[in-house]
Each structure stands twice: as C-alpha cells, then as structure tokens.
C-alpha cells in the first residue's frame, strides 16, 4: 500500500482504465485521479504546466 499522497493521470487513450477506480485500492493516503484528453503517456514533456499543477495540488491537498 502507497501511503504518501499521490496522483494518477490518465488520458483519452486511456480507454476504460482513464477514470482511475482500477488504481484507488493501491493507495490508502491522499489520492486523487486526473484526466488530461489529448495527451499521451509523456505527460511531464508534453503537458508540462498540467502536470506541475497535478503535483503542486495534490502536495498542497487542494
């Protein structure tokens, strides 16, 4: 079990798995799940600033 806070991102391509129940039951800290439609799986080099807004909030708990 991952107890730190922690953030999944997915996308469109995601298909089924994209709104993130399949991963809950792997953290028992703070969680959370984010869509990003349009991106791939290289999020931090091709969405920089959402990626960077995904760890500062969820390291903030907002």
């Known amino acids: 079990m991952i107890e730190v ?3 999944t991102i997915a996308s469109d391509f995601d298909g089924p798995n994209k709104d993130g ?3 809950r039951k792997q953290f028992s800290g703070r969680y959370e799940h984010r869509v990003l439609d349009g991106i791939g799986h290289n999020v931090p080099q ?3 600033q959402a990626f960077t807004k995904a760890v500062l909030d969820i390291s903030s708990g907002t």
């Open 5 to 7: 806070p922690a953030i």
């Open 21 to 23: 129940t399949a991963y």
């Open 46 to 48: 091709e969405a920089p």
